[in-house]
């Protein structure tokens, strides 16, 4: 069974700067892509950005220049540093964790809310 832990979201103003956390435990085989979902309230749960156990990354146009993935692969560990941050980023953020298998495991999700 593999457990996603997500850490770091909260009430932010506009402009501000959070960053999310998210460790994987549970499991001996290695997770290929880690990834950060968001979903507003009345939308659909969109992809933001990706990261691959070789380090390659993705960002959605939305977030693109303000937003920053990374991942800890010793720690199985992904990172979404949130720069610059407007009203629109307001959603609920969840972890996502997918293995060769083609299984995919979901964390919880954090509530990141923006503000003034």
């Known amino acids: 069974q593999v457990q996603l832990v997500e850490s770091g979201g909260g009430l932010v103003q506009p402009g501000e700067s959070l960053r999310l956390s998210c460790a994987a435990s549970?499991?001996?085989?290695?997770?290929?892509?880690m990834g950060w979902y968001r979903q507003a309230p009345g939308k659909q749960r969109e992809l933001v950005a990706q990261i691959t156990s070789g380090r390659f990354t993705y960002l959605s146009d939305s977030v693109k220049g303000r937003f920053t993935i990374s991942r800890d692969n010793a720690k199985n560990t992904a990172y979404l540093q949130m720069n610059s941050l407007k009203p629109e980023d307001t959603a609920v953020y969840y972890c996502?964790?997918?293995?060769?298998?083609?299984?995919?495991?979901w964390g919880q999700g954090t509530q990141v809310t923006v503000s003034s």
């Open positions: 549970g499991s001996i085989f290695t997770i290929h892509t």
């Open positions: 996502n964790a997918i293995f060769d298998s083609g299984s995919g495991y």
